[in-house]
């Protein structure tokens, strides 16, 4: 055995050097405040990952789970019905009514969940019939079927577990052609729009504009508090929202986000100041922006633009490239108005997504609640 400097070592030796390095890093895990990582019960946990459980429906949900929702809200419910079929519901109480009045997002995020179900389904021998519903609470039935898994099963399964939303670190490099060709394909309706050009100088400055907008709302900075999750027992007995760690506030400034703040100081100037700065800083880095359409607001047509998004960031992940949603151009009446015009986009825009090449795709951290909690 060689340890992690090259040197060849003694037994006892390279044991307790693989002691130190273990309790290290345990000493930097336990500073960096909750992580998914940390809590038990879905794909991806140090502890009690139900890949190993032999209820194939309930793998295939705790996959699903980790897709990508408005604030984490993660608006899902489900019913099972039978040992081969589900009910997808969406979860009123989950609503974000400040930023997302018309459930616009709220959709979305529901779709997001029915692709990394259908990938997942196929990668664990299932076929998965999903059956969009027009109106009513109930958003999709799954019929599931057995099926010969996915060829590519491991690095599907591998990329929903360990995708996640990339805001910082995005390189000022354009996206190479083959690149920002397979992000179109992914996506479908959707245009690309590289660095520099003057689709890009809108969506930025568009972009920084409605974050100026929003932070300056009350109503949309307290709605924003309510899913924040500051303190780590408050992250691991809601499993929702978004955690320092998550927000990427990393390090002293993470500990002390954690131990100080409280949804109070969310509604405070500074704090309003260096949220605005921090998304003026993410809207000017970056490769391009990737914009997502849909035929129409419909919740089929939405379903389908959220499958699209999920399948978009599952490329990006195995790409190992950065993806960052701002939707805050969306969000504001203001700078939503006419907005395909002026892009010259056909369709209704749906996701305004930042990508850029890192130098390194961090591990995710967000968490999540487990099937338990979501399913009937
Ligand atoms: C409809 C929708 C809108 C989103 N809008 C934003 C956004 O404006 N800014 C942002 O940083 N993340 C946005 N996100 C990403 C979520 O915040 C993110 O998926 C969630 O916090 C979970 O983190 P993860 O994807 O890294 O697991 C959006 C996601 C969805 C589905």
């Known amino acids: 055995m060689s340890d992690f ?13 693989m002691g130190a390095v273990a309790l290290a890093a345990g000493t930097v895990v336990a500073c960096g405040g909750v992580v998914r990582a940390d809590l038990p019960g879905l794909p991806g946990a140090r502890e009690d990952d139900p890949d190993s459980a032999n209820d194939p429906l309930m793998r295939v949900l705790g996959y699903a789970a980790l897709a990508s929702s408005a604030h984490n809200s993660q608006p899902w419910r489900v019913r099972r019905e039978g ?6 519901l969406g979860d009123p109480t989950r609503r974000l009514p400040a930023v997302d009045p018309t459930d616009r997002e709220f959709t979305l995020s529901l779709g997001a969940f029915l692709e990394n179900l259908a990938q997942a389904s196929e990668a664990l021998g299932l076929d998965a019939a999903i059956t969009p519903l027009t109106d009513g609470d109930a958003v999709a039935t799954v019929q599931f079927a057995p099926r010969a898994p996915r060829f590519d099963a491991p690095e599907v399964l591998d990329a929903i577990r360990r995708r996640r939303v990339v805001r910082s670190g995005h390189r000022d490099t354009s996206l190479s052609a083959d690149h920002a060709r397979a992000l179109v394909e992914t996506a479908g309706r959707s245009e690309w729009f590289a660095r520099g050009t003057r689709e890009d100088t809108l969506l930025r400055d568009g972009t920084i504009e409605a974050n100026r907008l929003q932070t300056a709302r009350d109503d949309a900075q307290r709605e924003l ?31 002390w986000v954690r131990t100080r703040y409280t949804a109070a100081t969310v509604m405070t100037p500074s704090f309003r100041e260096r949220g605005l700065a ?64 002026s892009l010259g986009v056909d369709g209704t825009l749906q996701f ?25």
Not at 305 to 327: D, F, K, N, S
């Open 225 to 255: 508090a309510e899913w924040i999750r500051f303190k780590d027992d408050d992250a691991r007995a809601k499993r929702d929202g978004l955690t320092p760690a998550s927000m990427e506030i990393t390090g002293v400034a993470g500990w």
């Open 83 to 88: 040992s081969d079929r589900i009910v997808l």
């Open 278 to 341: 921090t998304a003026t800083d993410q809207a000017k880095a970056g490769g391009g922006w990737l914009v997502l359409t849909s035929d129409d607001g419909s919740r089929e047509a939405l379903l389908d633009a959220g499958r699209r998004y999920q399948r978009v960031l599952l490329t990006l992940r195995a790409l190992g490239v950065a993806a960052h949603p701002m939707t805050q151009m969306l969000e504001e009446p203001e700078t939503r108005t006419g907005l395909e015009g």
């Open 352 to 376: 305004l997504l930042r990508v850029g090449y890192v130098d390194r795709y961090p591990e995710p951290v967000s968490v999540r609640r487990p099937v338990g909690w979501f399913t009937e």
């Open 5 to 17: 400097v090259g040197q060849p070592l003694d037994r006892r030796a390279a044991l307790a050097r």
